[in-house]
């Protein structure tokens, strides 16, 4: 083979071996290191809320974010950040992984479209964090916005304000 990429369709030992360890190293460890990261950053920002909770209960005041902010909480938001980043890294990787130990452990026919598209996606991963960070983060919005506005979708409002409330204040002035 002169790809880039590994050899699975030669059967010693040393190639399956190769396989293997290529698993272990670019599959299995990166992968049990995200989750392992992004399960300790999530318990983190939930004992950081819990405690900002409790000081607001000793304060007296019912939350010590804004209304906006309170509606959905940061470990929330992580949550589902990290669920996406997780879940991404998966499907792309996946398919790469099955194909390689598809040709080293099975006779099964794999066509070169097949390892290309496998390659590919998973060789893509690294465009897909910063695509999440830019769809999950309102600052990240905001400068994107300011140096590339043809690529934002729905209105250019801001992203603090719900359209509901700024419709229903502004119908408020005029009827004032």
Same mark, same amino acid.
């Given at each position: 083979? =002169?790809?880039?990429? &590994?050899?699975?369709?030669? @059967?010693? /030992?040393?190639?399956?071996?190769?396989?293997?360890?290529?698993?272990?190293?670019?599959?299995?460890?990166?992968?049990? &290191?995200?989750?392992?990261?992004?399960?300790?950053?999530? +318990?983190?920002?939930?004992?950081?809320?819990?405690?900002? #909770?409790? +000081?607001? @209960? @000793?304060?007296?005041?019912?939350?010590? #974010?804004?209304?906006?902010?309170?509606?959905?909480?940061?470990?929330?938001?992580?949550?589902?950040?990290?669920?996406?980043?997780?879940?991404? *890294?998966?499907?792309? *990787?996946?398919?790469?992984?099955? =194909? $390689?130990?598809?040709?080293?452990?099975?006779?099964?026919?794999?066509?070169?479209?097949?390892?290309? *598209?496998?390659?590919?996606?998973?060789?893509?991963?690294?465009?897909?964090? /910063?695509?999440?960070?830019?769809?999950?983060?309102?600052?990240? #919005?905001?400068?994107?916005?300011? @140096?590339? /506005?043809?690529?934002?979708?729905?209105?250019?409002?801001?992203?603090?304000?719900? =359209?509901? =409330?700024?419709?229903?204040?502004?119908?408020?002035?005029? $009827?004032?």
């Amino acid at each position: 083979m =002169t790809a880039c990429g &590994t050899d699975y369709l030669t @059967k010693d /030992p040393i190639s399956k071996s190769y396989i293997l360890v290529y698993a272990i190293f670019v599959y299995f460890t990166p992968l049990f &290191t995200i989750i392992y990261a992004y399960f300790f950053i999530v +318990q983190a920002v939930a004992a950081h809320e819990k405690s900002m #909770r409790e +000081q607001a @209960k @000793k304060m007296n005041v019912a939350s010590l #974010r804004s209304s906006e902010a309170a509606q959905t909480s940061a470990e929330c938001k992580l949550a589902k950040i990290a669920l996406m980043t997780i879940s991404l *890294w998966f499907m792309a *990787w996946t398919p790469y992984l099955v =194909t $390689n130990f598809s040709g080293i452990f099975g006779n099964s026919k794999i066509s070169p479209l097949a390892t290309i *598209w496998c390659s590919l996606f998973a060789k893509a991963n690294a465009v897909y964090n /910063p695509i999440v960070y830019g769809i999950s983060h309102p600052k990240y #919005r905001q400068a994107l916005e300011k @140096k590339f /506005p043809s690529l934002i979708c729905g209105s250019a409002g801001d992203d603090n304000v719900s =359209t509901v =409330t700024a419709a229903s204040s502004a119908d408020e002035k005029s $009827n004032a």
